[in-house]
């Protein structure tokens, strides 16, 4: 009876360190590479998946098994983007099946320049949108978490979720439209991708929104949110690029402004823009302008500039109508009017 008692004390206590051991610790195997691989080629075929020795680490609570390899590598034609960690969780008890069941990816990536993670997402897709990115990016870093979901019969569930954050990125559009020192959060999930906190320049000048939202529809994107900006002070040239096409016969002097807005339009698949909508409260601090308008016969003592100053304006643009309104201070002589 005391052997007895003895042998299971002992058996108990091997047990339980065992346990301790397993759920703090862990393993180290190779025994579930392929499996994982065979998950993430799910996504692609052609995808070559390189795999180091795979940490196991028992959680008791949820009788599931943390499975985490460190510093994997997907290839494809010469192309490598190197990744930070894939986990997964597999049930205790399939490990008994024949068939050992994943139920989840979770991958997270090292810091990549986006440059060259759409060069490698090209190789195997071959999307214009994804061109169009390929030409106007070109700097800016991304870390990213993925998450996959599987069902029982192991097929992608309509559920994946991204989200990240992206660092120092600069964007060229038509050579004449420049974003640069672009940072922000990013949220992707149920085709809605989510820009939060993003702080950038535009032409040099600074820019900020909390809220950025575009969704997929059948035949193109809606994008919709608010872009703020404080003090700027608009330069010579954009004064050419944002103003003179506008105001070809206004010799601008200065302008300096801040202003909230909020607005969302649709663009198809050959990238036009429809239903646009603008609605901005400006405040105006400073607008000057040189008097080229023959004002002088009506007003004598008329000053060679004209001077618009701490202007509220609130401006809407909808289905294709433009209404404005605001008050402030106008010097065309010697006094504010």
Do not use: C, W
């Amino acid at each position: 009876m005391k052997l007895a008692f003895k042998f299971l004390s002992i058996f108990l206590f091997i047990t339980l360190v065992f346990l301790i051991y397993s759920s703090v610790i862990g393993f180290e195997t190779k025994r579930f590479n392929s499996q994982i691989i065979k998950k993430i080629e799910k996504f692609e075929k052609n995808l070559e998946v390189e795999l180091n020795e795979i940490k196991i680490v028992l959680n008791p609570f949820k009788f599931k098994i943390n499975v985490k390899t460190v510093g994997p590598k997907f290839k494809r034609k010469n192309k490598v983007v190197e990744i930070e960690s894939i986990n997964t969780e597999i049930p205790i008890k399939s490990l008994f099946d024949k068939k050992v069941l994943i139920e989840n990816l979770e991958i997270s990536t090292k810091s990549l320049k986006i440059k060259d993670l759409i060069n490698f997402i090209r190789v195997f897709n071959k999307n214009p949108e994804l061109y169009f990115l390929e030409k106007v990016v070109k700097k800016g870093f991304l870390i990213a978490d993925i998450k996959i979901n599987f069902d029982q019969e192991g097929k992608i569930k309509d559920d994946l979720k991204i989200s990240g954050i992206i660092k120092d990125a600069k964007i060229n559009i038509l050579k004449k439209y420049k974003i640069s020192k672009l940072d922000l959060n990013f949220k992707y999930e149920k085709n809605l991708l989510a820009l939060k906190d993003a702080k950038f320049r535009f032409n040099d000048q600074n820019f900020y929104s909390k809220n950025l939202n575009l969704t997929n529809l059948k035949k193109g994107h809606k994008i919709e949110g608010e872009i703020d900006n404080n003090s700027s002070e608009l330069n010579n040239e954009n004064f050419n690029i944002f103003l003179k096409p506008f105001f070809k016969d206004l010799d601008i002097e200065k302008i300096r402004f801040n202003s909230k807005n909020k607005f969302s339009f649709d663009i198809n698949n050959k990238f036009q823009i429809n239903n646009f909508n603008l609605i901005s409260k400006i405040n105006l601090e400073e607008f000057s302008f040189l008097n080229n308008f023959g004002f002088n016969k009506i007003l004598p003592e008329i000053g060679k500039k004209i001077k618009f100053s701490n202007h509220k304006i609130e401006l809407e643009y909808k289905k294709k109508a433009l209404t404005i309104s605001g008050s402030g201070n106008v010097l065309l002589q010697k006094n504010d009017d």
